[in-house]
Structures are given as C-alpha cells and as structure tokens.
C-alpha cells in the first residue's frame, strides 16, 4: 500500500481542482441572487477559472521542468487553498471573479505537474494502473461536480463549494510532503524564462474566450467584438514568434512535427468541449425551465459519473490498449453520447438526458488517462512538465471555448424558434435572458392571460437551442475521434522515454516506434 500512497496524494489534488471546473455549475442561480448581480454575469465564475487553468498551464510545465514538479505542486496547493477561502468569503461578484481567477492559477501549479510526477513515480503495468486511476479520478471529478454543488447549495449553502477545499488541501498538502519525490530528470535551472511566450498566450486565449462571449451580446460585427479577435490574432502570432526564437519555450513547437504528438493535442481540446461544456446549459434548463431543484438536477447528470467512474477502472484492469483504439474510440463514444441527448422537445424531462449521459461517460473514462499516458510517451522524462501541461492546457482550453461558443449557439438558436412563434416582443432580449437562466422571471412578469402560450414557446426554444449545442458536440467528437484514429502511432503501453520524430531506444522487451499496431 506504501506503494501508492504518491497516487492518493496526486489524485486529491486532481480531484479538487477538477471538481471546481463544475461543481459552481448548479450553484450559479443561488450565487446570482445572493450577490445581487444577474446570472449572465455570474456565468464568469465558470469561465474565469477555466481560462486561467488554461492559459498558464504551459507556463507553470515548463517553469517545473526547471525549478522541480514537486516544488511547483506545493505552491499551486498553497495558492489553491487561500484562493478557495476568499472565494468562499467573497462579498461581491467582482471578488469572486477575481478570486476565482487566482484559484485557477494556483489548480495551473497543480494540474501542470501531476502527469510528470505520475511518470517518474510509475513504470511498466504500475504506470497503467496509476494513469488509469488518475483517469478515472478526472472523470470523477468534473462528472461529480455539478452533484456536488447542488447537494452543499442546497443543504448548505454555495459559499460551502469552496470552503469544503480548505480540509481537503491541507491533507494534500501533508501527503505531497510525506510521499512525493520530485520527479525524474534534473531541474534545468538557470535559463532565460519565456515571459513572452507566457504573456502571449495567456492574451491569445484570454481575448478569444472574451470576444466569443461578448458576440452574445453585442454581435459579431460590433467593434469591442472585432477588437478582441484582432488582439487574438495578433497575439498568437507573437507567441509563435516568441517560441521559435526562444531557447526554453514553454511549448515547443517542434513537438507538432509529431503526427501522434499533434493528434493527441486536438483530441484534449475537443475532449472537453464535446463531454462537459454543454452540462452547463443542461443544468440551466433543468433549473430554470423544469424548476428542477440544484440537488436534481445534479441527480440527472450523475451517471456521467458513475459510468466515467467504471469505464476508467476497467480499462486499467484490462489495458492498455493502442491509444488509437482508447482514444479514438471513447472520443466515438462521446460523440454518439451527446447526439442522444439531442432529442429534447418542449415536454421532455431530466430523464431524456440519461442514457446520452451514460454513454458519453464510458467515453470519457476511457479516454482520459490514455491520453495522458500517450502524452508523456512521445517525449523524455526531463520535457514530462512541459507535455503534461500541454495536454492539460488543451483539455481546459477547450472547456472554456466549448462554453463560450457553445453560448453563441445556444442563444442563436433559441431567438430563432422565439421569432417563429408568437407573444415575444423582444425575441434578441429574451433569448439573452433565457441564456442567463431567467426563464421564470420572464413568464413571471408577462400578463397572466399570456403565461401559458409563452411558458410552452419557452420550453420548446430552449429544447431547441440545447439540441443544437448537443449536436454540435457530437461533431466535434466524431471529428476528434477520426483524427486520432488517423494520426496516432504510439504503441499500446507507450515508451519509457523518447523524442517525437525519432525512434527512441526502448528498454528490454518494449515495441519500437515503428512497430505495428
């Protein structure tokens, strides 16, 4: 048991910060009204987090390839805790949003190192089952956290998401000190730090999530709009610059010479995308359409969950499998899992969404901890940091774009079934109040002799516009799941150390790059 008491710690630190991508989800109604603000505003709790996971995630990699995994672990732990204390305090959405942004720095510190500390710390059928249990506690988490945050929202209050971390990190805390070894490769300290490239991406990502959310309300043609995707634009082109001239990027580019390298890439962007961004709209709908409580609705989505949960540990039993086969098959999964739930019409109940659910969870658990092992197998131990904050950097990048675009076709989508009927005088407005999960409060001030016609035109549109945004993830995961059956190559088991683009030297008994799947 001494064995993998390095896992249980690694795991509590995933399964926290992960747990607070979606566990505010639910929560989001309760926090909009104690806050005094509106739910459009709120929704930033979601995204913030997300966006600041995922904009330093490559920094904090590479930065731990220098300095060490473990000391960066620690720091993220530390800053996770006081961030999650001021969350929980906080008297306003501003502190919250801010507070929220800093939380997500801190989960960057933690979730940046945790695959290169799983790799130095496993080898051989120990690191299968080691990615495979951290695989399923990533399921886990961001399955469970919607249930989560409606069981203490319910019968606590929202403000209890974040204080509950406070217990569970310095437990953490105590078992990163008393069993974690810092990861293989020796620190490369001394080197020049990519400031640029850091800044560059974070303004890159940050201004591309913020124009997709701002063309909600303002248009795609309105000139804050048309600013931030220029901005966007530019600043990804600097960072490339940045990270071909620069001696230690915090990604380097030459790893996409790689096709394996490349198609995994994609598959953690989308992955996110088409398995967890629309929970956020099903959850708005059971609540503020069905007048589903928080711990209900939490119920419905709980079987993404459970199967993520049983899918996980049963490929870590019988794996591993060819990270094509892993990968490109539980991305299938994924994508035939949200094109069931496309289904919804104006009488449809929480339970439609069930079967989808199930699905797309033992996609999800299938996928997660190959992808992560297949990451770390096409580089050598001393760039594990870097990979492995790529990688995690991809899957919550794609988490919070997946939001925001899905928003955009939520809401899209919703106006047009609004200006086919009848009883709306402001089809725009209302489907940007819909999208904010003020359905009740919209029925609610419209005469009563009209409330029946409107309740039903309602129902229907947000069917709709959740059928849209379901299939559209049931694109992006056919997509993804073809690419990687079209560019993977890394053996099943993947290698112990290697480059991309080259044949690494294998220990004993381990296939080649080249071997045949």
């Known amino acids: 048991m001494r064995r993998w008491w390095p896992l249980t710690a690694i795991c509590l630190g995933t399964f926290m910060l992960l747990l607070d991508v979606t566990i505010v989800i639910v929560a989001l109604p309760a926090m909009a009204a104690d806050l005094h603000t509106d739910l459009s505003d709120v929704q930033w709790v979601v995204d913030v987090y997300a966006l600041a996971l995922a904009s330093l995630l490559l920094a904090v990699g590479s930065r731990a390839d220098r300095i060490g995994r473990r000391k960066v672990y620690l720091i993220g732990l530390a800053v996770f805790t006081a961030a999650s204390a001021v969350c929980g305090l906080a008297p306003d959405a501003g502190v919250l949003i801010g507070a929220r942004a800093v939380q997500g720095a801190g989960a960057a510190g933690m979730f940046g190192t945790t695959i290169a500390l799983l790799g130095s710390h496993y080898r051989g059928r120990e690191r299968g089952i080691a990615f495979a249990v951290w695989g399923a506690t990533n399921s886990v988490a961001a399955a469970a956290g919607p249930m989560a945050g409606g069981l203490l929202t319910q019968y606590l209050d929202w403000r209890w998401i974040f204080f509950v971390n406070l217990p569970l990190c310095l437990v953490a805390v105590v078992m990163t000190l008393r069993f974690v070894r810092e990861a293989e490769g020796r620190p490369r300290g001394g080197?020049?730090?990519?400031?640029?490239?850091?800044?560059?991406?974070?303004?890159?990502?940050?201004?591309?999530?913020?124009?997709?959310?701002?063309?909600?309300?303002?248009?795609?043609?309105?000139?804050?709009?048309?600013?931030?995707?220029?901005?966007?634009?530019?600043?990804?082109?600097?960072?490339?610059?940045?990270?071909?001239?620069?001696?230690?990027?915090?990604?380097?580019?030459?790893?996409?010479?790689?096709?394996?390298?490349?198609?995994?890439?994609?598959?953690?962007?989308?992955?996110?995308?088409?398995?967890?961004?629309?929970?956020?709209?099903?959850?708005?709908?059971?609540?503020?359409?069905?007048?589903?409580?928080?711990?209900?609705?939490?119920?419905?989505?709980?079987?993404?969950?459970?199967?993520?949960?049983?899918?996980?540990?049963?490929?870590?039993?019988?794996?591993?499998?060819?990270?094509?086969?892993?990968?490109?098959?539980?991305?299938?999964?994924?994508?035939?899992?949200?094109?069931?739930?496309?289904?919804?019409?104006?009488?449809?109940?929480?339970?439609?969404?069930?079967?989808?659910?199930?699905?797309?969870?033992?996609?999800?658990?299938?996928?997660?901890?190959?992808?992560?092992?297949?990451?770390?197998?096409?580089?050598?131990?001393?760039?594990?940091?870097?990979?492995?904050?790529?990688?995690?950097?991809?899957?919550?990048?794609?988490?919070?774009?997946?939001?925001?675009?899905?928003?955009?076709?939520?809401?899209?989508?919703?106006?047009?079934?609004?200006?086919?009927?009848?009883?709306?005088?402001?089809?725009?407005?209302?489907?940007?109040?819909?999208?904010?999960?003020?359905?009740?409060?919209?029925?609610?001030?419209?005469?009563?002799?009209?409330?029946?016609?409107?309740?039903?035109?309602?129902?229907?549109?947000?069917?709709?516009?959740?059928?849209?945004?379901l299939l559209v993830a049931a694109a992006l995961g056919a997509v993804a799941s073809l690419l990687v059956v079209a560019t993977v190559r890394v053996p099943a088991g993947g290698f112990e150390r290697g480059k991309p683009g080259a044949d690494p030297s294998p220990r004993d008994g381990e296939p080649r790059a080249d071997a045949t799947l």
Do not use: K
């Open 191 to 469: 080197q020049r730090a990519d400031v640029l490239g850091v800044v560059t991406f974070t303004v890159a990502s940050g201004s591309l999530t913020f124009g997709l959310i701002r063309a909600h309300s303002d248009g795609w043609a309105s000139p804050l709009t048309l600013g931030l995707f220029a901005v966007a634009g530019a600043a990804l082109v600097l960072f490339v610059l940045a990270e071909r001239g620069h001696e230690e990027p915090v990604l380097d580019l030459s790893l996409f010479r790689s096709p394996s390298f490349t198609g995994i890439m994609i598959s953690a962007l989308f992955l996110q995308g088409a398995a967890f961004a629309h929970l956020l709209y099903e959850s708005l709908w059971m609540q503020s359409v069905l007048g589903y409580e928080p711990v209900e609705a939490g119920l419905y989505l709980l079987p993404l969950c459970a199967s993520a949960f049983v899918a996980s540990a049963l490929a870590g039993r019988f794996g591993p499998w060819p990270p094509r086969v892993s990968i490109g098959g539980g991305l299938a999964l994924i994508a035939l899992g949200s094109g069931m739930q496309a289904g919804l019409d104006a009488g449809s109940t929480g339970g439609s969404l069930v079967a989808g659910l199930v699905v797309s969870g033992v996609g999800v658990g299938l996928v997660t901890p190959s992808l992560a092992a297949a990451a770390l197998a096409t580089v050598p131990p001393e760039r594990g940091g870097m990979v492995g904050g790529a990688v995690n950097t991809f899957r919550q990048l794609g988490f919070a774009l997946g939001i925001a675009v899905f928003g955009l076709i939520f809401q899209s989508r919703v106006e047009q079934v609004l200006r086919a009927g009848a009883g709306v005088p402001d089809p725009h407005g209302t489907a940007a109040a819909l999208s904010g999960g003020q359905a009740r409060s919209i029925v609610a001030g419209l005469p009563e002799s009209d409330r029946a016609g409107v309740t039903d035109l309602v129902r229907e549109a947000f069917a709709s516009g959740l059928n849209a945004v």
